[in-house]
């Protein structure tokens, strides 16, 4: 099998899986991540088509038909390439990378042409089979009427067909349905002039925003972090005081913890993933059986929500209740499929109101500033707020930033180590997230990595969602040995058990990517910015990065003038996504 060696003993795993791997040919990474994503029925579930093995994060094509000719050898049947499971399965393979592209749909040419590619024969029939199983429905739209259509056109244009997973083509709907509830059910949550008093002496935007939050069922608030913040608790904190039941929902607890400005008004929207599902499958704490108790919810950070979350969080919004959102539109779009805040903006379904920055938010929010209008310059920092260290390569980038973190920060301004992030555009290289958090943890917390390279006293993130984490939520490990760890996710919580078949699950949590990170602000973050990268860099992950930190900010970079180039010329990868057409049906 293409750059694969052979198995690893793995005492967690089901030795069923295990023995079809070995025979296989495969090593016991593999068939660890196929228990992760497949659940507890991997084995059978492999035994019955090979080629879900396509579905492991991981697994390229020829690796999966590899995979294939050796589970189905001596069993007779149709030639690989023929084989229809192979066909349904490059289908759901498609659509899958294009999911991680950010794409909820693809047009059936799309699909089409990506199968070619992979001379998969007879796509159509392969796209109809992956239809009949399911896990790819097919979606149709009628177009919309224009009514400059010329004269004499007897013959209305044909119905527009999409493709998409199941996964994400129906919460997308459900969102789309459940942002169109909450707009029609709505009535103020004040009366005039209860608001009026309100509103008085505010800044007109924040008069605005107050206005829209209290009279319609969704708005939308677009800003700096900063100034995100403040009104999200203004709103919630104005509505309270005349008996509105009155939440901010974040995305993880940590989060909620970080704005303790407003404490008592925040619930994290968390999520749960029993032992023994496939990964992926996440119920949310809060959904439609355990709706948030709440007439007003307000969600600063709607910018990370995908289509999944938002399906969750409308879910759990009950008819009546206002939603806001708020996210900065120079942002990344979330990890995860859609871009459900810029969407939702540009359906012209919502009021959106346009925040200005605060006055006196500091160097750091400056510089972020500045950035968003595509200028990376020098900003005055008395207090050494915000710090440029360049590198001359990726190793000594990663030098700087242990540095930074373990001495520096600490010293010169007072942060403790567990207040300071480190933030990289990707996980891999020299410079990535898992090169930064071996060198911090040989620094911070050496030992031998007791369960799944995790020792007590290691600072994690969750990848995938364990137990009650969410994804992107931190902790520490407080136990870790060959069964298992518990970590605690804060100060006095509970720890949680990660049995050894989940740690997987977690990454080191000193450093993260962008992506995994942009759930929490913290105190300082230290952005490293490596050579290597310079591919992936653009503006929205600046200002993504950049926004993360709330008093300091140090840049590390090795990539030369790419940052800068990065973040003058403004690139935007567009995502193929329906909520806005659901919107305006």
Same mark, same amino acid.
């Given at each position: 099998m293409p750059s694969m060696t052979s198995p690893t003993s793995d005492p *967690? =795993?089901?030795?069923?899986?295990?023995? =079809?791997?070995?025979?296989?040919?495969?090593?016991?990474a593999y068939a660890r991540r196929a228990a992760d994503r497949l659940g507890d029925r991997a084995a059978d579930l492999l035994r019955e088509d090979p080629w879900r093995l396509l579905r492991v994060p991981g697994v390229r094509p020829e690796q999966a038909d590899h995979f294939a000719r050796r589970v189905l050898e001596g069993r007779g049947g149709p030639p690989i390439p023929d084989d229809l499971r192979r066909g349904r399965a490059f289908v759901v393979h498609v659509l899958t990378e294009a999911?991680?592209?950010? $794409?909820?749909?693809?047009?059936?040419?799309?699909?089409?042409?990506?199968?070619?590619?992979?001379?998969?024969?007879?796509?159509?029939?392969?796209?109809? *089979?992956?239809?009949? /199983?399911a896990d790819v429905v097919a979606l149709w739209e009628e177009p919309a009427f224009d009514d400059a259509e010329p004269e004499g056109v007897d013959e209305p244009p044909e119905p527009e067909e999409s493709l998409g997973l199941a996964r994400y083509a129906?919460?997308?709907e459900e969102a789309a349905e459940g942002l169109r509830r909450l707009t029609a059910t709505a009535e103020p949550l004040l009366p005039r002039d209860t608001l009026r008093s309100l509103r008085d002496g505010l800044p007109e935007d924040r008069q605005l925003a107050l206005t829209a939050a209290a009279g319609t069922g969704v708005s939308v608030l677009h800003g700096a972090p900063d100034d995100v913040e403040r009104t999200a608790?203004?709103?919630?904190?104005?509505?309270?005081?005349?008996?509105?039941? #009155? +939440?901010? +929902?974040?995305?993880?607890?940590?989060?909620a913890r970080a704005m303790d400005s407003a404490r008592g008004l925040f619930e994290a929207l968390e999520g749960e993933c029993p032992p023994g599902t496939a990964a992926g499958v996440v119920a949310f704490g809060r959904g439609e059986q355990r709706p948030l108790e709440a007439r007003l919810v307000v969600v600063p950070d709607a910018g990370s929500l995908d289509v999944e979350t938002a399906a969750a969080l409308v879910e759990a919004c009950a008819d009546g209740t206002h939603l806001v959102l708020g996210g900065d539109p120079a942002a990344l779009p979330p990890t995860g499929p859609g871009r459900v805040l810029a969407d939702l903006a540009a359906s012209d379904t919502v009021p959106v109101i346009e925040l200005e920055p605060g006055d006196g938010d500091g160097p750091a929010a400056a510089f972020t500033a500045a950035v968003r209008r595509g200028e990376l310059i020098a900003v005055e920092a008395p207090g050494r707020e915000v710090v440029v260290v360049p590198a001359g390569d990726d190793r000594e980038a990663v030098h700087r930033a242990v540095q930074l973190v373990t001495d520096s920060i600490p010293r010169a301004l007072g942060i403790p180590v567990d207040d300071v992030q480190v933030v990289t555009p990707t996980a891999g290289g020299h410079a990535g997230a898992t090169a930064l958090n071996a060198a911090l943890k040989a620094r911070l917390n050496p030992g031998p990595g007791a369960c799944g390279g995790f020792d007590t006293g290691d600072r994690v993130i969750v990848a995938v969602p364990v137990g009650r984490a969410a994804?992107?939520?931190?902790?520490?490990?407080?136990?870790?040995?060959? /069964?298992?760890?518990?970590?605690?996710?804060?100060p006095g919580a509970e720890p949680i058990a990660v049995p050894a078949a989940l740690a997987s699950r977690l990454r080191h949590g000193w450093a993260a990517t962008v992506g995994q990170a942009r759930g929490t602000r913290r105190p300082a973050v230290v952005a490293v910015f490596p050579e290597e990268s310079a591919a992936a860099l653009s503006r929205p992950l600046a200002v993504t990065a950049f926004g993360l930190a709330r008093r300091h900010?140090?840049?590390? $970079?090795?990539?030369?003038?790419? =940052? #800068?180039? #990065?973040?003058?010329?403004?690139?935007?990868?567009?995502?193929?996504?329906r909520l806005g057409r659901l919107l305006n049906p």
């Open positions: *967690a =795993l089901d030795p069923g899986l295990a023995e =079809l791997f070995s025979s296989a040919g495969v090593p016991g999911a991680r592209q950010g $794409h909820t749909v693809m047009t059936p040419q799309g699909v089409l042409a990506a199968l070619g590619a992979l001379r998969v024969p007879e796509p159509e029939r392969a796209i109809e *089979a992956a239809l009949d /199983e129906l919460p997308e608790v203004l709103i919630a904190r104005g509505l309270a005081s005349e008996g509105v039941q #009155a +939440v901010v +929902v974040t995305g993880t607890a940590a989060s994804a992107g939520e931190t902790g520490t490990v407080v136990a870790a040995s060959a /069964e298992g760890l518990e970590v605690a996710f804060g900010l140090s840049v590390v $970079h090795s990539a030369g003038p790419a =940052l #800068a180039r #990065a973040v003058r010329e403004e690139v935007v990868t567009p995502r193929d996504t």
